[in-house]
């Protein structure tokens, strides 16, 4: 199984640890976005997309690298994020990639969320949200997530 995750990690680092963990587990090749040189996927068996959340979004940098990818047409796909709140009714965030990987045929078989730090515009006035996250037992719960990826490959 040949598998790439391509991540964006801007303030913290959150997705970072994250994406690094899920690499581990999957030995994937690993790339941030912004060194992303070739979008054709194909010869890959599985992609993975890490984003931290921003404005209750994964980053358009991560929704574009989709708009622009080749091969990922029937792919298995996982998505991972780490975000100072949590996913609800109202803070869809995972709704604008599922959309565009559903437009490329890709076939989501993993959906993995964390608490991060988020020091972001007022947070950082009272020392921010979610201090120490991703922590320990996200790190386990990314080590299941990995796992639970292998096993629907």
Do not use: W
Not at 23 to 33: G, M, P, Q, R
Not at 132 to 137: I, L, Q, S, T, Y
């Amino acid at each position: 199984m040949k598998s790439l995750i391509i991540y964006i990690s801007i303030h913290n680092k959150n997705t970072e640890k994250i994406a690094n963990v899920i690499a581990s587990e999957l030995d994937s090749e690993i790339v941030k976005v912004a060194e992303l040189k070739n979008f054709d996927v194909s010869q890959y068996d599985v992609i993975g997309f890490g984003s931290g959340i921003y404005m209750s979004n994964f980053s358009g940098f991560i929704i574009n690298v989709i708009r622009k990818m080749k091969g990922i047409n029937g792919k298995k796909v996982f998505i991972f994020s780490t975000s100072g709140n949590k996913k609800t009714f109202f803070n869809n965030f995972d709704k604008k990639i599922k959309e565009e990987l559903n437009k490329k045929e890709a076939i989501l078989i993993g959906n993995y969320n964390c608490p991060g730090f988020d020091t972001f515009g007022p947070f950082k006035l009272i020392g921010g949200l979610n201090k120490g996250r991703p922590n320990e037992k996200d790190i386990a719960e990314a080590k299941v997530f990995a796992g639970k990826i292998k096993e629907a490959i």
